[in-house]
């Protein structure tokens, strides 16, 4: 059955962006953050998280450590009973060091691979989901997807409940 969904980008919407935060330690929420997620879980929406990493191909980091990260953040947020149903992240760049990932890959935003794919394997009700990025690459995917889409505010739940109550 179609669902709406949620697009969230990482790093600027749902924690904090440090730059590159790869260790969980490192990885600290933003407000409205778990009771924005609960609010998309009971009204029903699919969660969907996709972020470039291209800490991974400039050697920053391995995909293992992201993987490892999202893992705990899934795990964590089971205790609030949410859930996420998708993650998906771009370990690609054109300029990076680590030479199976570096290059130009449509799974990277402003492309929008990584949501396609998720289309693909999730019935979604995409006149009523929407993205929320904190970068122009993340409005061109939304856009790109036909997604709606708006900048990160500063308390998610606030802006998720805006969205809901609007669509």
């Avoid at 999730?122 to 995917?141: L, R």
Wanted: glycine share 4%.
């Amino acid at each position: 059955m179609k669902k709406p969904a949620a697009f969230l980008d990482r790093d600027g919407v749902i924690n904090f962006d440090f730059g590159y935060v790869y260790k969980y330690k490192d990885f600290k929420l933003k407000p409205g953050v778990v009771k924005g997620l609960k609010l998309l879980n009971k009204n029903k929406y699919r969660i969907f998280i996709i972020s470039n990493q291209s800490g991974i191909a400039r050697g920053f980091f391995r995909k293992q450590d992201v993987e490892l990260l999202h893992k705990k953040f899934k795990k964590s947020l089971k205790k609030h009973k949410i859930k996420i149903h998708d993650i998906k992240f771009s370990p690609f760049h054109p300029q990076g060091k680590i030479k199976r990932y570096a290059k130009k890959s449509e799974t990277r935003k402003p492309d929008n691979l990584m949501v396609k794919q998720i289309l693909r394997k999730w019935p979604t009700d995409v006149q009523n989901s929407f993205m929320i990025g904190d970068k122009n690459s993340d409005k061109i995917c939304a856009k790109k997807s036909s997604l709606y889409f708006e900048f990160a505010k500063k308390n998610l739940f606030e802006q998720i409940k805006n969205i809901i109550k609007n669509s």
